[in-house]
């Protein structure tokens, strides 16, 4: 029975289906070589904002014909009556020499259908039929060459940290001369060896993508447009229920700057807001992008309006907290004597008290509902982000929101999904140069203080407001290994500096010492070893493992990980080919090819058998890096000594099949080693006409 899970809003595999039928790869002499491969799980993603899917695809077994036609034969002799054995045993021996030689090599007819790489293939394609009944072994040999039942890894070691490292300099411009040396890391203050260093530009990855072909006798006609792997992933949320028309307004023209001049063709782009109007997913269409950002305006929550002037007494949503919330009285004091100042009245009264309680509610309930915005478009935007295949941005334009203590736990909630999905929350100060001015806001109406003292309380309760704003935006931005641009009106330079892509990263690596299996936070700290004033943005730390996890989780997870990332890592070397069959103007089959080096796989000999068990994926996604479908293989090898040395020189190829329309596409390709844990995974893009 098929089975599917749904769960809205997370990042889940669901198990589209199990079978147990065993296929066993044989070479070109015929000779068995041990190779078990179970379909184990396809997957479907059930992401958030607009995320592609389609359905889930199934593999197909090997043709099982000669075996049945064996036991039939078999069954017809012996099912004769006894007067006519004789005669029958001869057809009966002439039935089953047929049938031994239907199984023997016999050349493959030409086919129209992408080729594989010159090396032992296991072929999937995408249809499945019923999974036949189990079928008895031909021989005690044979039966120790093919094991149906899946294995999983006994115990799961920790895989390299990686950790990518941003350097500006005072200028805001990139840092391309560091060397290994140059860098310090540690792990919760303790010096952390550095196990793997490298220096990515946006060529140097280009170079590592795999670009597919067409197949066989295909034409090779290009498609419209060269697809870039989507490496980037930039999402521009702009406040619009914080922001002030003005200041909204020159972010927006900021915005249109850098999207004409500083982004790049491998980066995609998305417009969000914390209102929810005016957006658009992440694309590579920049003209779709900056007409949506064209179309920003504010958009207030409610019926209040925090620009109107006419507001009595005038109060922000800080010191309306102190009186409803915290039962200030100095407060209280102050918004109670410029009520009076503002309404006209001589003397305190009931009337005055009422109008400052009626006034703060309203301030204060008008704060959380904007608060409760914010935070929630924070959290579906770190969610809709952990499920796009690569790095990851959020650019928070807004000048800062107060959280109060019934927000504060939520706001660290945030923190800790960005972080455990390695989203960066870069900020930026639509405020822009500003400073706290003793008269208030000069698009609103001057206020009426009832003195000097009152004036100058006004002033303390705004400035230390935006003081807390201020911190919030730090705090997002410096928790997640984000950069906070403040206190400039080049809004344009602060876009280049959170939202366009580097022109040179570091890669570092390393692997933790004496790790609990806690699933507590653990820090990470990059510095330098130069005395230059750099800027450095790298992750902030990481999450440990639970102790609780089985291996099947443990392995599941690894994979999750590395499917949604690009880093390319070769714990096995792999080699990936991409190729496509156009079979009409409007279907075509993508054939995702897996060459893997067994000279590095970690064998385990056991009972006179090299065994080890390989999970391979493949993931694939649209041009803009939404989830459609993906294919997942587990071999079980159990090698004979022979078999390997053949596999030694030839390597071993596993082949998985899309059925898909013509467009862009990008394939994740990750193989996992369960005896060693260690993880392959490669990129690839191609484009269909």
């Known amino acids: 029975m098929r089975q599917k899970s749904h769960i809205s809003g997370h990042r889940e595999w669901a198990l589209a289906g199990r079978h147990a039928s065993s296929r066993s790869f044989v070479s070109q002499n015929a000779n068995p070589v041990g190779i078990d491969v179970h379909t184990m799980a396809k997957y479907t993603l059930i992401s958030i904002a607009n995320a592609h899917l389609s359905g889930s695809t199934r593999i197909p077994r090997m043709n099982a014909a000669p075996e049945r036609r064996m036991k039939a034969a078999g069954g017809r002799c012996f099912s004769v009556p006894t007067s006519a054995r004789i005669c029958i045993l001869l057809c009966c021996m002439l039935v089953a020499s047929a049938v031994v030689s239907?199984?023997?090599?016999?050349?493959?007819?030409?086919?129209q259908a992408p080729a594989a790489l010159p090396a032992p293939e296991i072929t999937t394609t995408q249809q499945a039929g019923p999974a036949p009944p189990p079928q008895a072994p031909a021989s005690s040999d044979a039966t120790s060459e093919v094991d149906t039942h899946s294995s999983t890894p006994f115990e799961s070691h920790v895989n390299l940290v990686p950790v990518r490292v941003v350097v500006h300099d005072s200028n805001g411009k990139a840092v391309a001369n560091l060397t290994k040396e140059d860098f310090r890391l540690s792990q919760d203050r303790?010096?952390?060896?550095?196990?793997h260093f490298s220096v990515e530009t946006p060529a140097s990855v280009a170079k590592q993508v795999v670009r597919g072909e067409p197949a066989g006798d295909q034409p090779n006609v290009s498609a419209p447009g060269a697809l870039t792997l989507p490496s980037r992933f930039v999402a521009l949320l702009f406040d619009d229920v914080e922001l002030s028309t003005q200041d909204l307004m020159q972010s927006r023209l900021a915005a249109m700057r850098y999207l004409e001049t500083s982004t790049e063709p491998s980066e995609r782009v998305g417009v969000f807001t914390t209102s929810g109007q005016s957006q658009v997913d992440f694309t590579d269409d920049r003209a779709k992008v900056r007409a949506m950002v064209e179309q920003l305006i504010p958009h207030y929550i409610g019926t209040y309006d925090p620009s109107d002037t006419n507001q009595c007494p005038q109060m922000g949503y800080y010191e309306a907290d102190l009186i409803v919330n915290q039962h200030d009285f100095q407060a209280t004091g102050a918004a109670t004597a410029d009520a009076q100042a503002c309404g006209g009245e001589n003397g305190p009264s009931?009337?005055?008290?009422?109008?400052?309680?009626?006034?703060?509610?309203?301030?204060?309930?008008?704060?959380?509902?904007?608060?409760?915005?914010?935070?929630?478009?924070?959290?579906?935007?770190?969610?809709?982000?952990?499920?796009?295949?690569?790095?990851?941005?959020?650019?928070?334009?807004?000048?800062?929101?107060?959280?109060?203590?019934?927000y504060q736990y939520d706001l660290l909630e945030v923190i800790d999904k960005a972080t455990r999905a390695n989203v960066f929350i870069n900020t930026l100060d639509g405020r822009g140069l500003y400073t706290v001015d003793a008269g208030g806001d000069i698009s609103r109406r001057p206020p009426r203080f009832s003195n000097s003292n009152a004036a100058a309380q006004d002033a303390l309760f705004r400035s230390q407001e935006q003081s807390i704003q201020s911190d919030v935006l730090a705090n997002l931005s410096g928790?997640?290994?984000?950069?906070?641009?403040?206190?400039?009106?080049?809004?344009?330079?602060?876009?280049?500096?959170?939202?366009?892509?580097?022109?040179?990263?570091?890669?570092?690596?390393?692997?933790?010492?004496a790790l609990k299996f806690d699933g507590k936070f653990?820090?990470?700290?990059?510095?330098?070893?130069?005395?230059?004033?750099?800027?450095?943005?790298?992750?902030?730390?990481?999450?440990?493992?639970?102790?609780?996890?089985?291996?099947?989780?443990?392995?599941?997870?690894?994979?999750?990980?590395?499917?949604?990332?690009?880093?390319?890592?070769q714990g096995v070397p792999i080699q990936l080919q991409l190729q496509y069959y156009k079979s009409d103007a409007m279907d075509a089959k993508l054939s995702v090819l897996t060459r893997v080096d067994v000279n590095h796989v970690r064998f385990e000999k056991a009972d006179g058998r090299n065994r080890d068990q390989l999970t391979v994926v493949a993931a694939l996604f649209d041009r803009n890096g939404n989830f459609i479908s993906g294919n997942q293989e587990v071999v079980d090898l159990h090698l004979k000594d022979a078999t390997l040395e053949k596999l030694s020189h030839s390597g071993m190829t596993v082949k998985m099949g899309f059925d898909?329309?013509?467009?862009?596409?990008?394939?994740?390709?990750?193989?996992?080693d369960s005896k060693a844990s260690v993880l392959s995974s490669k990129n690839g893009v191609i484009e269909i006409p």
Do not use: C, W
């Open 350 to 406: 009931e009337s005055t008290a009422m109008l400052v309680q009626q006034t703060a509610q309203q301030v204060v309930l008008a704060g959380e509902n904007n608060t409760q915005f914010v935070i929630r478009r924070l959290t579906e935007l770190v969610r809709r982000m952990s499920a796009v295949p690569g790095q990851r941005s959020i650019v928070f334009v807004s000048p800062g929101f107060l959280v109060t203590s019934t």
């Open 479 to 513: 928790s997640t290994g984000g950069f906070y641009f403040r206190n400039s009106n080049d809004l344009v330079a602060g876009f280049r500096m959170t939202a366009a892509a580097p022109e040179v990263t570091y890669l570092l690596a390393f692997s933790p010492e």
């Open 102 to 111: 239907a199984q023997s090599p016999q050349p493959d007819p030409p086919q």
């Open 190 to 195: 303790r010096p952390q060896t550095i196990l």
């Open 522 to 569: 653990h820090q990470i700290k990059v510095t330098l070893a130069t005395k230059e004033k750099y800027t450095i943005q790298a992750r902030r730390g990481f999450f440990a493992p639970k102790h609780g996890q089985t291996p099947e989780e443990t392995a599941k997870q690894d994979i999750e990980e590395a499917v949604f990332s690009q880093e390319e890592q």
């Open 660 to 672: 898909v329309k013509p467009g862009g596409y990008i394939v994740r390709l990750v193989v996992r």
